[in-house]
C-alpha cells in the first residue's frame, strides 16, 4: 500500500507532499510534473527521487554560504508511523525544520530567458529594470538581477514584483536580506554548474524564518528551504551548447514545455504526454543529477 493511500498529507503542492509532524515538517517529493501551472496526468519517473537528491546535494555544498532547514535523509530517522513505508519513502524525502516562509519567490536571471525575454522584446526591461540596448535571446547579463514574485496558490499565476513591493511588504531589512542571499548564492552555484558543464539560466529560491514569529520578525535564523537548483525550480542548459541568439537546449522540464506548445492550444486538460516524451524528460533529469553531482544516478527507492 502507497503511502499516500494510508496516510493522506496535509498539505500538498505540484510536486510535493507534505506531513505535519509538529515540531517539524516531512517532505515528499513525488514524479508528478506541471506544467503552464497544470499537474499532469502522468508522472516522470525517478523525479521527486532526483529533485530530493539534488537539493541535498546543494544544501550541502551551500553549507557555507547560508543555512538551510534540513534535518535529516536517513530513513532511519523517520517517525515510527512512517517507517513502514521506508522503501517508497529512500530518496526521496527529507525531514527539517518548520520556518514561517516569507510570502515571496526569490527569482534570479543570470541570462535572457523566458518572460524576461518577451518583456525586454517589448520595452527593453526585465521585471521592470532597465537593460542595455542590443541584447538577444540566451544573452548572459552583465550581472544577474534579483527579480521576485509573489506566491500563487495553486492553479493561479505567479506575478512578478518590484524590489520597492516587497520593502513594503517584508520590510526594508528582510527585503534586502532576501535579496542578497538569492544572488550570493546564485552566483555560487553558477560558477560550480558551469565548472561541471551546465549552465543556470535562472532559478527560485524559496527562504524561511525558523521559530514561531512572524516573517518580519527580527529573531530566529533565516533560511534556504523547499528544494533548491533542480530542474524543476531552475532553466539548467548545456554549456557545450549554448549559442546566444537563439532558445537552448535544456535539461529541466522545457522538453515538456515545449512538446505540449506545440500539441495543445491551451484550452481544457493538458493531453497525455507520449512515452518517448515521459522517457526524454526523465533522461534529462537523470543527465543534470550526473553532470552537478560527478555521481551515477542510481535509484534508491521504489522505482
Request: proline share 5%; aromatic share 10%; charged share 25%.
Amino acid at each position: 500500500m502507497a503511502l499516500r493511500d494510508e496516510i493522506q498529507p496535509d498539505a500538498h503542492g505540484k510536486v510535493r507532499d507534505l506531513y505535519d509532524l509538529g515540531d517539524r515538517l516531512l517532505f515528499v517529493a513525488t514524479d508528478r510534473i506541471s506544467a503552464f501551472d497544470y499537474v499532469l496526468e502522468d508522472t516522470i519517473p525517478y523525479k521527486g527521487e532526483i529533485l530530493t537528491r539534488l537539493s541535498l546535494f546543494w544544501f550541502e555544498l551551500l553549507a557555507d554560504v547560508t543555512p538551510n532547514h534540513l534535518i535529516s535523509a536517513d530513513v532511519a530517522d523517520l517517525p515510527e508511523r512512517f517507517a513502514p513505508f521506508a522503501a517508497e519513502l529512500a530518496g526521496r524525502f527529507m525531514l527539517v525544520k518548520k520556518a514561517r516562509m516569507f510570502p515571496v519567490e526569490c527569482i534570479v536571471r543570470g541570462y535572457l530567458a523566458g518572460s524576461g525575454l518577451k518583456e525586454y522584446e517589448r520595452q527593453q526591461t526585465v521585471c521592470g529594470i532597465e537593460l542595455p540596448a542590443g541584447l538577444v535571446n540566451s544573452s548572459r547579463l552583465e550581472r544577474p538581477l534579483y527579480t521576485p514574485s509573489t506566491k500563487a496558490e495553486l492553479g493561479e499565476h505567479d506575478e512578478n514584483v518590484s524590489f520597492a513591493y516587497t520593502k513594503e511588504l517584508l520590510g526594508a531589512a528582510d527585503a534586502a536580506l532576501l535579496r542578497e542571499r538569492s544572488l550570493v548564492v546564485y552566483e555560487r552555484a553558477r560558477d560550480f554548474a558551469q565548472e561541471r558543464g551546465i549552465i543556470i539560466a535562472d532559478t527560485k529560491f524559496e527562504l524561511g524564518r525558523l521559530g514561531g514569529g512572524e516573517a518580519g520578525d527580527a529573531a530566529g535564523e533565516v533560511v534556504l528551504a523547499d528544494e533548491v537548483l533542480t530542474p524543476d525550480s531552475s532553466r539548467f542548459w548545456p554549456l557545450d551548447a549554448y549559442q546566444p541568439g537563439r532558445s537552448q537546449a535544456s535539461f529541466d522540464k522545457q522538453y515538456v514545455r515545449d512538446w505540449l506548445t506545440a500539441n495543445w492550444d491551451g484550452r481544457g486538460a493538458p493531453p497525455r504526454l507520449p512515452r518517448d516524451v515521459i522517457e526524454a524528460t526523465s533522461a534529462k533529469y537523470i543527465q543534470a543529477f550526473e553532470l552537478i553531482t560527478g555521481t551515477a544516478f542510481t535509484p534508491v527507492g521504489l522505482a
